[in-house]
């Protein structure tokens, strides 16, 4: 087995215990661990032999070009994913007191449910025309 | 004609960027208007001109096949581009004559939402419909998690990290293909399955992938879980598009990669079998009108995918049939569950009753989507049911067509429970102030005209869902166009 | 010329009929509840429409229609106006039209009823649509459309009775109308059209294919759920909550009706098939003598009546299964004199509730002489039920004895229905005796006046009816002989008030003896039969079975309520892990690929470093820790992009990972230092699984990568970087121009992730839930 193959094995491990446990944080981590194992796999698909820079002229054998645009759409990708995954997480600080989104709060409860319908006290909804709209979001 | 594919994606996503600085919402609302037209236009351009069972391909940036991206439209791609479009702007109607439409997010998300979804049908090649699949699913998170209430958090954590693992899993399945195919364009891998294992593996890590993208038991639980949590009109529009999404996705690349292989076909039919079952019954067990219809969602998934598993051609004519009229049925009832929601305060069953007196044209609507989506005679629903059991038995695919049947009696038996529950039943106590707004069934009432029309006059949706359907199955004229 | 040569009488008429229900509301509002005088006259309009299509269905010559609706799909609105269509949609447009009539005076004056009027002449129209229907599938969608409409009727009475009474009845005749579906499409594949008369016409291919028991089984099903047979009887004693005239009409006349229907229809299919005579004259007596066992102990009229429909009905399936020359003429005389007496009496019980206040026995006595009009219906209609020359009952049940004893095949069969069938009748004619006895006989109790004659005449007609027609039996002869030459092909035998002494008629002097004797032996019976409470209801077994089902449905919906990622995540790993395996399986010894190649020995310094590194992020329960180690992997595998040509990427991960470890570092400051603790199950079942998938995603990359050598798209990108796209570094020229269009969806991701965020990090703080 080669060196890169571990490294795939020991990145999507890591991220696969990561994720199955509580917290959002510790599940964006290893959302991050899992996509640096896929980042790899996909390096890693267009074969590991040739290994100079894909420059025109900078090499001999150089690398194959497609994985690594793959991979940096990729990385960027991941990155607005974790950012989202981390803002989830900040704003379930904020809601929760922690980042743990389990049982915080009994999955029948519908307090909050659909609080954009609600007008701002909380009253009983009669219909929308109440409603200021946009204020569920604007500062 | 099919150099303007790309903007079938790019310009509701370009668009997307104006509305969401653009501070006044009649503007945000006229724009959107003029995104959705254009995709729509575009699909009803590209089936008009595939009529002759042609394709119409691009090469993006003018390069060579099969070097460059390419986008291509057949019958199938034009008629799901015209739905989501169709889909896209009744739910901003909806949302917009509720007052939810307010924040920019709502129309930005929405518009990427469409632009995503169309580049994901439009495109022929693996890794770019992986990134479309993750704009989609950002613009989705975004939909989801309007108001960062407590119970969208919780819900959109599980949404977003049961896809995110989804998107992880079809881009090392995409890795896999390209690692022993050396292409990642659909026109290169038509076949490649059944000539290369290593493919096969890849491609089969992309359809468990899509396989959660579209909520197949047992990947399905995220589904029903999250949706009813979103805001109505999201709920409404995910329904119409995101999950089909997958659907056309799964169907292209089963289609494409697999070549319908009898291996792969029979272990779809069982998995859709159980997706079928699975879904309804947690319909049955729900007590939430939202909760009930996105039950019924995973349910109705399992229809689609039985028509891939069948894979004859009348076997995908029925289940493209089954797909367009069973958006604008579903489409239909989540947007009446939000008439109630929003009109009585709650679509919890055990709130509701007597609907059937105090909003008889509601009751109309959700009576007519209902009994589309359980299949009741003359509507669409029977149409594409009946189809969906012919191909079936015709393929001596007996089980799956029984199931089929008997799963349509259980959607009824769900509906039966709404309609018993909300709509007879004795009204709640306390009176509720405020008057019904018409307005907000005007979307819903277009939509429950569609399964009566697609009912009486199914020969003309037939043609269509015919030709997509030959379209899907005709994998040689597909990757000829795309990679000549 | 479709119009001059009748064709288009038939969808004419239906057409009317739904048109009609759809103005009806509006019609409501202007006239109220007189518009069933109105909808009465148009009934009567639309059966004398019938009568030349009649004349030539008689000279076996039927007006048939088709027009196109799925053509592409075989499916075509084909209408056919034959002998066996035109007795049916006699029944249904004639006692439409008495019923309509008997409506105008039962509903209150007060309100308008448009619902009522409408639903009721939408199911008329659909199920006259089912009697003319000349394809399958048009017959299935009217079969389903009475579903539907007596649903609606049944439930919009209101309380929470009805309700569940109308689900009962949707629910099962629904899932019959499935099993009809499933029949249909069954028939479809085998002969290759949905025409019946096609399809009819080849009852051999049918009879000769594999398909064929279970054709016969779903069909069974479909009629045994519509026609209410054991043990599907349960719906209808239910449906009773529906007002008086619904009742009379879907219940007794039509909807049920149709399974009756539906088996004079597909007699061809079944000859000579013994089976199915010994399953339709065993469930349909068992239903004939159980409802009758049934009937005689009931003391609410409608409740008798209704189980009165179910013995019946049982007895019609009977015949109709049978289906040889005499059965078939005996049922469609009993069809007729059925549905004459049925309406009649449903109609009085609706009269006795009005004017009495109630329809239970116990309470009511002596209405014969202060209704005498509402007693002389009664007695006919009650006569003609138990089998008494010369009314229309005493005729098609002695039709009904010749047919059962003359069943072919021979055996036990025609003796085990010629019993049953005397059974039966014999309580036919004690619950007969129970109504009127029980209603009108006994001394006046309440002072009450006859009805207005408006209300009673409706009934009188169809009580008069049952007289006239056994008289004149002749007059049905004709029409019930052409139904049997199409059925059967024979026409030889002849409907009679008298056939001479035959066994039949010996039958029937048997019934009568011991139908008199079990009324005078009533009171000692009642005692008995009064105490013993049925062991089995299908109402509740129905109502049991749909509370488990939900409950089933509760259960598997408990996989979608929790609210922790873990067990959605551990699904789509499992199903990634057993897909990945099963593929592998399948597929692994044909990778069709070139041999391994190994990766040089400088690799592993990276993956010595990172793997104490992932352990860490792993392990670790301080925040800050985790991310200095996450930041660690992230700088080992810049490492390991350097060494494999691809400084671009290096650089980026540096950059994005030190972005990303400056946004958790943010996000810490809203929450503890710590991470909760992991419970050791869930560090198990997580080890495990990760285990899994680590090993599954090395084994997976070593077999699959490497072992090509460079793709055409490589070198051709490596070629045409500098020609075509004018740059250097191939890897920018691929982003920028080759594929441009993911980067461009990478952007909107970056995008809608900032928006996204953005609106999440700023939602207003007082929206905290409680």
């Not at chain 3, 399953?279 to 609410?300: C, E, H, M, N, P």
Request: hydrophobic share 55%; with cysteine.
């Amino acid at each position: 087995m080669s060196a890169i193959a571990v490294v795939v094995g020991v990145l999507a491990a890591g991220g696969t215990y990561l994720i199955l446990q509580r917290g959002v944080v510790r599940i964006a981590l290893g959302f991050v661990l899992l996509g640096h194992a896929v980042n790899v796999v996909l390096l890693a698909s267009g074969g590991l032999q040739e290994r100079g820079v894909p420059i025109v002229g900078a090499s001999s054998d150089p690398a194959d070009p497609l994985p690594q645009a793959f991979v940096l759409t990729a990385i960027v990708i991941a990155f607005g994913m974790t950012a989202f995954l981390l803002a989830l997480a900040f704003r379930a600080g904020e809601l929760f007191g922690l980042d743990d989104t389990e049982g915080a709060i009994p999955p029948d409860e519908r307090v909050d449910r659909d609080l954009d319908e609600a007008e701002p006290d909380g009253n009983v909804r009669g219909g929308s025309e109440t409603q200021v709209p946009g204020s569920e979001e604007d500062p | 004609m099919s150099r303007f594919l790309p903007l079938a994606a790019a310009t509701p996503l370009l668009l997307a960027a104006a509305v969401a600085v653009v501070p006044a919402v009649v503007v945000r609302r006229v724009v959107a208007a003029a995104a959705i037209a254009t995709c729509g236009g575009i699909g009803v351009a590209a089936v008009g001109s595939t009529g002759d069972g042609g394709v119409l391909a691009t090469q993006l940036g003018g390069f060579p096949p099969p070097f460059a991206i390419a986008m291509a439209a057949d019958t199938f791609a034009g008629l799901m581009l015209v739905v989501f479009a169709l889909v896209t702007g009744l739910c901003l109607a909806f949302a917009g004559l509720r007052g939810h439409d307010g924040s920019p997010r709502a129309h930005a998300g929405a518009l990427a939402l469409l632009g995503a979804a169309a580049g994901a049908t439009l495109t022929a090649d693996l890794f770019n419909l992986f990134v479309w699949i993750e704009v989609l699913l950002l613009s989705s998170y975004v939909l989801i998690t309007i108001g960062g209430t407590a119970r969208r958090v919780r819900a959109g954590t599980i949404y977003v990290a049961t896809n995110l693992l989804g998107s992880s899993v079809f881009l090392a399945g995409v890795a896999l293909v390209y690692a022993t195919a050396g292409s990642v364009n659909l026109g290169v891998l038509r076949g490649a399955a059944a000539g290369s294992g290593g493919v096969a593996i890849g491609a089969t890590l992309v359809v468990v992938a899509l396989a959660v993208k579209s909520a197949l038991v047992p990947v399905h639980a995220w589904l029903p879980r999250s949706y009813p949590d979103a805001p109505t009109w999201v709920t409404a529009l995910f329904s119409g598009t995101l999950t089909k999404v997958g659907i056309v996705a799964l169907f292209r690349v089963v289609t494409v990669v697999f070549d319908g292989a009898a291996g792969v076909r029979e272990a779809i039919l069982i998995v859709a079998g159980v997706t079928m079952v699975v879904g309804v019954l947690g319909a049955v067990g729900q007590t939430s009108m939202r909760a009930i219809l996105s039950f019924h969602m995973v349910s109705q998934v399992g229809y689609l995918v039985m028509a891939l598993g069948i894979g004859t051609i009348a076997g995908l004519g029925a289940g493209v049939f089954f797909l367009v009229q069973y958006i604008a049925v579903k489409t239909a009832l989540f947007l009446v569950a939000g008439a109630v929601e929003s009109q009585e305060g709650s679509d919890d069953l055990e709130e509701l009753g007597g609907l059937v007196h105090k909003r008889p044209a509601l009751a109309a609507v959700f009576l007519i989507s209902a009994f589309a989506l359980a299949g009741v005679p003359p509507l669409s629903g029977f149409v594409a049911k009946v189809a969906l059991v012919r191909a079936a038995f015709d393929g001596a695919a007996y089980g799956i067509g029984a199931t089929a049947v008997a799963v349509s009696f259980l959607t009824l038996l769900s509906m039966v429970k709404i309609w018993n529950a909300a709509f007879w039943g004795s009204m709640p106590e306390e009176p509720i102030p405020g008057e019904p707004r018409a307005g907000l069934l005007v979307p819903a009432g277009v939509l429950a005209a569609v399964p009566i029309v697609l009912g009486l006059f199914a020969e003309s949706l037939w043609v269509v869902a015919d030709r997509a359907a030959r379209s899907l199955a005709d994998v040689v004229v597909y990757a000829s166009a795309v990679a000549p | 010329m479709p119009v001059a040569d009748g064709r288009i009488v038939p969808s004419l008429l239906v057409l009317s009929l739904f048109v009609a229900a759809a103005c009806v509301p509006f019609a409501a509002r202007r006239v109220g509840r007189e518009l069933g005088y109105w909808l009465a006259g148009l009934f009567v309009l639309a059966a004398l429409a019938l009568v030349p299509a009649g004349a030539r269905a008689l000279d076996r010559d039927p007006v048939t229609s088709s027009i196109d609706w799925v053509p592409s799909l075989g499916f075509s609105v084909g209408l056919r106006l034959d002998a066996l269509s035109v007795l049916f949609s006699a029944l249904v447009l004639v006692l439409g039209a008495v019923i309509f009539a008997y409506t105008a005076r039962y509903l209150s004056p007060s309100s308008r009823h448009g619902r009522l009027y409408a639903q009721l002449t939408f199911f008329a129209a659909s199920m006259l649509g089912l009697v003319v229907a000349g394809d399958a599938v048009v017959l299935l969608v009217f079969w389903e459309l009475t579903s539907v409409a007596s649903f609606l009727l049944i439930g919009g009475s209101g309380g929470p009775e009805a309700s569940r009474a109308a689900r009962r009845a949707l629910l099962v005749t629904s899932g019959g109308g499935l099993a009809l579906l499933a029949a249909v499409v069954l028939l479809v594949v085998v002969v290759g059209s949905a025409d019946l008369a096609t399809i009819v016409a080849h009852a051999d291919r049918v009879r000769a294919s594999p398909a064929f028991p279970a054709i016969a089984i779903l069909l069974l099903l479909a009629v045994a759920t519509k026609s209410a047979l054991f043990p599907f009887h349960f719906w209808l004693p239910g449906a009773m909550v529906a007002p008086t005239p619904v009742s009379a009409y879907l219940h007794s006349a039509t909807m049920v009706k149709a399974g009756i229907y539906l088996l004079l229809r597909t007699v061809p299919l079944f000859e000579g098939v013994h089976a199915w005579d010994v399953a339709l004259v065993l469930v349909g007596l068992t239903t004939a003598v159980f409802g009758a066992s049934t009937a005689i102990r009931q003391y609410d009229l409608k409740a008798l009546l209704a189980y009165s429909t179910v013995s019946q009905l049982g007895l019609l399936a009977a015949l109709a299964g049978v289906g040889t020359q005499k059965a078939v003429l005996a049922t469609s005389a009993h069809v007729v004199a059925h549905a004459l007496y049925k309406a009649t009496l449903f109609m009085v019980v609706g009269i006795v509730e009005r004017e009495a206040g109630s329809r239970d026995i116990r309470e009511l006595s002596g209405l014969r002489r202060v209704m005498p009009l509402a007693a002389v219906a009664t007695g006919l209609a009650g006569l003609s039920m138990a089998g008494i020359p010369p009314l229309a009952g005493f005729v098609s049940k002695e039709e009904a004895f010749a047919a059962f004893i003359d069943i072919p095949g021979g055996g036990w069969l025609p003796l085990v229905a010629g019993v049953m069938a005397v059974g039966a009748s014999a309580l036919t004619f004690a619950y007969g005796w129970r109504i009127f006895e029980g209603a009108f006989g006994g001394p006046v109790v309440q002072r009450l006046y006859e009805p207005d004659r408006s209300f009673l005449a409706p009934a009188l007609l169809t009580s008069a009816a049952g007289l006239v027609l056994g008289l004149a039996i002749g007059v049905l002869d004709p029409l019930a002989r052409a139904v049997t030459v199409e059925a059967v092909g024979a026409r030889d035998y002849h409907l009679a008030l008298w056939h001479g002494l035959t066994p039949a008629l010996g039958m029937s002097a048997t019934t009568i003896v011991l139908g008199a004797a079990l009324v005078l032996a009533r009171h000692r019976l009642e005692g008995r039969l009064g105490r013993r409470r049925p062991r089995v209801d299908g109402a509740s077994i129905f109502e049991a079975a749909y509370a488990r089902a939900v409950r089933a449905g509760a259960w598997i919906g408990r996989s979608a309520a929790t609210n922790a990622p873990g067990p959605y995540l551990g699904a789509v790993l499992a199903a990634t892990l057993g897909a990945a395996m099963l593929a592998g399986w399948w597929w692994g010894d044909d990778l069709g690929l070139g041999p391994r190649v190994g990766g040089p020995a400088r690799d592993w310094p990276v993956a010595l470093l990172l793997a104490p590194a992932v352990a860490v992020v792993v392990a670790a329960r301080d925040r800050i820790a985790a991310v200095a180690a996450l930041g660690l992997v992230g700088f080992a595998l810049a490492l390991l992009y350097a060494l494999i040509g691809a400084p671009d990427l290096a650089i980026t991960q540096v950059l994005v990972e030190t972005l990303t470890v400056a946004l958790v570092v943010l996000v810490f400051r809203r929450l503890p230092r710590r991470f909760s603790v992991v419970r050791p199950a869930r560090a198990v079942v997580a080890g495990a699984i990760a285990a899994g998938v680590g090993v599954l995603a090395a084994v997976g990359t070593d077999a699959l990568t490497g072992r090509r050598g460079p793709s055409e798209v490589a070198r051709y990108y490596l070629r045409a970087a500098q020609p075509e796209a004018g740059g250097r570094n191939v890897v920018n020229t691929i982003l920028v121009d080759f594929r441009a269009l993911d980067t461009m969806g990478e952007i909107a991701v970056l995008a809608l992730a900032g928006l996204g965020a953005i609106g999440l990090v700023t939602a207003v703080r007082s929206r905290r839930a409680p």
